[in-house]
């Protein structure tokens, strides 16, 4: 089986960092990306990791630790903006692509 | 604008019936993936097409089919229609499989069964 488990909801404060964290299992990793949802909008792609580190995109960074089957999305310099849904989601090596259930993250003024 | 294109972009029908959605990739992309997104739900995989063929399958019902044309295009068939059958259906496309980890996701087609 799979499954990815992500906080279902998360608060910050506009200016601030925030950590999403998501843990995965499943058969045939290949790598893992974050994707953010607007309401009312389509998924967009923002990071992809495949192997260990931090991949850092502006103010997004992204995770992984394979070994750990856990990654995560670190979000700085908070704005209004990136309230947001952050879903990660794993690829494997039968092409699959599945997502976790999403993250909402509400940004306090 | 990712490039991927889906139509319709609402569709609003009655249980019992069928309905086609369409999806084009990106110009160069090979690779097609469907989702389905229900309320406060997060994107189930249902199907992915690679250059005209059928590469992975997911938790996809029966009543539900998909292809991938010469062309790249994708359909994507829903058929016996029930009413937990509403959702948005993404279509997303990539240049490889899912290794690149990168898709680009069309604005999605929203469904209404009725």
């Known amino acids: 089986g799979q499954s990815l488990e992500q906080p279902s909801e998360v608060t910050a404060v506009e200016g601030a960092i925030v950590q999403i964290n998501c843990t995965y299992q499943t058969s045939g990793f290949y790598g893992l990306s974050w994707y953010q949802q607007h309401d009312g909008g389509a998924p967009t792609f923002l990071s992809y990791n495949a192997l260990d580190g931090l991949e850092e995109t502006g103010r997004f960074s992204s995770f992984l630790s394979r070994s750990d089957s856990y990654g995560y999305l670190l979000l700085q310099e908070l704005q209004m903006k990136d309230s947001a849904s952050y879903f990660c989601?794993?690829?494997?090596?039968?092409?699959?692509?599945?997502f976790g259930k999403g993250t909402r993250l509400h940004i306090l003024p | 604008d990712s490039g991927v294109t889906q139509t319709p972009k609402h569709l609003i029908t009655a249980t019992g019936q069928r309905v086609t959605l369409r999806c084009s990739p990106r110009?160069?992309?090979?690779?097609v993936y469907w989702y389905q997104q229900s309320l406060d739900q997060g994107l189930q995989f249902l199907i992915q097409y690679y250059n005209g063929e059928e590469r992975a399958k997911g938790n996809i019902l029966e009543r539900f089919s998909a292809q991938q044309f010469p062309d790249l295009h994708s359909e994507l068939n829903l058929s016996s229609l029930e009413l937990g059958d509403s959702a948005l259906y993404f279509c997303?496309?990539?240049?490889?499989?899912?290794?690149?980890?990168?898709?680009?996701f069309g604005e999605g087609s929203r469904l209404t069964v009725l």
């Open positions: 110009s160069g992309d090979l690779s």
């Open positions: 997303a496309s990539s240049v490889g499989g899912g290794r690149t980890g990168e898709l680009f």
């Open positions: 989601a794993v690829s494997r090596r039968d092409d699959k692509i599945i």
